[in-house]
């Protein structure tokens, strides 16, 4: 089992998650990215801005995955996260998995992306036109 977690400041590179993901052994990747996007209940969203206590994030994030590994059997599964102010179109995150079957992929990667939402210590701000909110760290 291979495992990448990472934070960081700098823009996310979607193919060099998907190059390390790849593996012979596995018949299937998911790849979960999430963007920004436009807006949010109807409002435009200028951007957003991400801010996370890296230590205990780090810490979670792994706990997450080894929780994945332990209910899946997963063969490599990525975690990057990206922290700073993030233009609509950005990507703040991608969470990747493979498995020997694409169930246990699909799984896996839904279970890390949700829970990463609910308990990890990284904070989303939407910045509107008309003022600015953080939003609650779950979907």
């Not at 052994?25 to 991400?50: C, H, M, P, Y």
Request: net charge negative; with cysteine.
């Amino acid at each position: 089992m291979s495992t990448q977690i990472q934070i960081s400041p700098d823009p996310l590179n979607i193919q060099s998650c998907i190059d390390w993901i790849m593996s012979p052994q596995s018949g299937g990747i998911d790849v979960f990215i999430g963007t920004v996007r436009n807006a949010t209940k109807g409002k435009a969203v200028l951007r957003l801005e991400f801010e996370a206590y890296e230590p205990m994030a780090l810490t979670e994030m792994e706990k997450i995955v080894k929780q994945a590994i332990e209910k899946w059997p997963v063969q490599k599964a990525l975690v990057h996260h990206r922290t700073g102010v993030l233009q609509v179109g950005e990507v703040p995150v991608i969470i990747a998995v493979s498995a020997a079957h694409r169930a246990a992929a699909f799984e896996a990667c839904r279970y890390i992306i949700d829970t990463l939402k609910q308990t990890v210590p990284i904070w989303k701000k939407e910045i509107f036109e008309d003022g600015e909110v953080w939003v609650a760290a779950h979907p």
